[in-house]
């Protein structure tokens, strides 16, 4: 599983294919003239985050399906190691550091980052991003979920922060991270499950078993259902703070395991 082996190289090529067969592969052609039926349970579907067929045209009241070859086994990115279940989260949660096209780091949640001590990253944070609840990202946000990976006593199977001592809150959009011994891979660390961003008073709150069925993130896409070992609904997020916002999308999109979808990789697209 990823996050618990200490190789690596292959979790991101193991995770950029999972991306690209749910995300590319799974797409079907324009034109499929059923946009709510051969859905199993009667689910109505939604659109996949915003990685997916964004070069189309208008997208208003259209319906993405994804058919995909195993179930989502949790709504928290900090319980799982799975490509899969990435494939699938990257759509509700952002990480603080993403890779682009090229395998190239780039800004997120963090808009930049540096070294500032043997042992001290430094990670300026993007200002007016909300979670899906309304709840406020910042500085705060970055320490509560980065403590529930590394902290003693966390759940988590991710083990990529093992190196990880404290997360120091310097302002409100400014995060220290201070490692036990030199780690010039951090902003890689944080590319992948364990640094996805969630947010503390909605866990607080809620609980960590609500979270884990009912997630919440900042990405392009809001959770609206799960059926287990049936489909996950998901719907636009109006409000994204990232450049999809300035693109037309399908409204919602919606991923189905084998037992209840229609052929392998089928889907419909918006014209």
Same mark, same amino acid.
């Given at each position: 599983?990823?996050?618990i082996?200490?190789?690596?190289?292959?979790?991101?090529?193991?995770?950029?294919?999972?991306?690209?067969?749910?995300?590319?592969?799974?797409?079907g052609?324009k034109g499929?003239?059923?946009?709510?039926?051969?859905?199993?349970?009667?689910?109505?579907?939604?659109?996949?985050?915003?990685?997916?067929?964004?070069?189309g045209g208008?997208?208003?009241g259209?319906?993405?399906?994804?058919?995909?070859?195993?179930?989502?086994?949790?709504?928290d990115?900090?319980?799982?190691?799975?490509?899969?279940?990435m494939a699938?989260l990257?759509n509700?949660?952002?990480?603080?550091v993403?890779r682009?096209?090229?395998?190239?780091?780039?800004?997120?949640?963090?808009?930049s980052?540096e070294?500032?001590?043997?042992k001290?990253?430094?990670?300026?944070?993007? /200002? &007016?991003? +909300?979670f899906h609840?309304? =709840?406020?990202?910042?500085? !705060?946000? #970055?320490?509560?979920?980065?403590e529930?990976?590394?902290? /003693? &006593?966390? +759940?988590?199977?991710?083990? =990529?922060?093992?190196?990880f !001592?404290s #997360?120091?809150?310097?302002?409100?959009?400014t995060?220290?991270i201070?490692t036990?011994?030199?780690?010039?891979?951090?902003?890689?660390?944080?590319?992948?499950f364990?640094?996805m961003?969630?947010?503390?008073?909605?866990?607080?709150?809620k609980?960590?078993?609500?979270?884990h069925s009912n997630?919440?993130?900042?990405?392009?896409?809001?959770?609206?259902?799960?059926?287990k070992d049936?489909?996950?609904k998901?719907?636009?997020?109006?409000?994204?703070w990232?450049?999809?916002?300035k693109?037309?999308r399908?409204?919602?999109s919606?991923f189905?395991?084998?037992k209840r979808a229609?052929p392998?990789?089928?889907?419909?697209?918006?014209?």
């Open positions: 599983m990823l996050g082996k200490k190789n690596g190289k292959w979790k991101v090529v193991l995770l950029v294919l999972s991306i690209l067969l749910v995300l590319t592969g799974c797409v052609s499929s003239n059923d946009s709510s039926g051969g859905q199993s349970g009667g689910q109505q579907t939604s659109s996949p985050g915003g990685q997916t067929g964004q070069t208008d997208g208003a259209k319906v993405i399906r994804v058919g995909v070859g195993s179930s989502l086994s949790t709504g990115p900090h319980m799982t190691g799975s490509p899969a279940d699938v990257i509700i949660f952002d990480p603080l993403r682009d096209a090229t395998g190239k780091l780039q800004p997120s949640l963090a808009v980052w070294i500032v001590g043997d001290t990253w430094e990670f300026k944070l993007r /200002e &007016g991003v +909300k609840n309304g =709840e406020e990202f910042n500085a !705060e946000s #970055v320490k509560f979920s980065l529930r990976v590394f902290k /003693e &006593g966390s +759940k988590s199977p991710i083990q =990529e922060l093992r190196s !001592e #997360v120091e809150v310097v302002d409100s959009h995060v220290r201070h036990s011994t030199v780690d010039p891979y951090v902003p890689d660390k944080l590319a992948l364990a640094g961003m969630v947010p503390p008073n909605y866990i607080q709150e609980g960590e078993e609500y979270f997630p919440v993130g900042t990405g392009p896409f809001i959770f609206e259902s799960w059926v049936g489909s996950l998901l719907k636009a997020n109006p409000d994204y990232g450049a999809l916002r693109r037309r399908s409204n919602s919606s189905t395991t084998p229609w392998p990789c089928s889907a419909e697209t918006w014209t």
